[in-house]
Every structure is written in C-alpha cells, then in structure tokens.
C-alpha cells in the first residue's frame, strides 16, 4: 500500500500544473517572481575569477558577490556583454562572461560604484 502523507499534487485537472512551493495553481503562483526578486547574502565585495575547468579549456570570467537580484543582474550582464562585445549568462547569482575580462570587468564596476 502506498503511502500518502508526505505526497503533493503535480497537475490538477480542474487547475492545470501545481507550483511544488507553494501549492497554488501555476497561473496564480508568484514563488517565481518572489525568487527572481529576493537578493542574495554578500559580503559587499563583488569578486571576480577567470576559469577555464568543465569548459573544454575555453576561459570564461566569473563576476560573483553582487548585491543584486536575478533581474537586477541580468540587466547589469547584458551591458557588459555588450560593452566588451562578448557572450555570457546569468547563474546562480554569478555573471559569466565568455574570455578574461577580468580588467575590463573590474574597471567598469568600479565606475558603476561597486568594490572590486
């Protein structure tokens, strides 16, 4: 016999898909927006590295440490990507960028205000 104490509902045929969070009917859910909102624990030093592990040696620069949101830093992403003229994400609250830009980086937040 299975048990159901600790199940929750996926999909609903009155209400469609089910947020896993909170429960709610997706269309009604605002777990996402919450998220996308919610500003990450920093120290206030915005930190930067070069890697290049798990990328068949190609060399990515990593912006950590940034007091912002998730849409906070994908607005701040597309203008450094733009400015240096390069590819990149948004990750887990890190900014990549595709080559060592560390310099360029680190210039261009210290301009905006930030500690680098």
């Known amino acids: ?4 104490t600790n199940s929750h509902l996926i999909y609903s045929t009155d209400k469609g898909s ?6 709610k009917p997706i269309k009604e859910c605002s777990c996402l927006e919450i998220k996308r ?4 624990e920093t120290s206030g030093k915005v930190k930067i590295r070069h890697e290049t592990a798990s990328r068949k ?5 990593i912006i950590y440490g940034l007091p912002l949101s ?3 830093l994908e607005k701040l992403a597309k203008k450094l990507k733009s400015t240096f003229g390069t590819g ?3 990750r887990d609250y890190t900014i990549e960028l595709q080559g060592d ?3 360029k980086v680190a210039v261009e937040l210290r301009r905006l205000g930030y500690s680098v």
């Open 1 to 4: 016999m299975k048990d159901i």
């Open 18 to 23: 089910i947020c896993p969070d909170c429960a």
């Open 57 to 61: 040696n190609k060399g990515v620069t």
């Open 37 to 40: 909102n919610a500003l990450p």
């Open 101 to 103: 830009q560390r310099e």
């Open 88 to 90: 990149g994400a948004v």
């Open 70 to 72: 998730q849409e906070q």
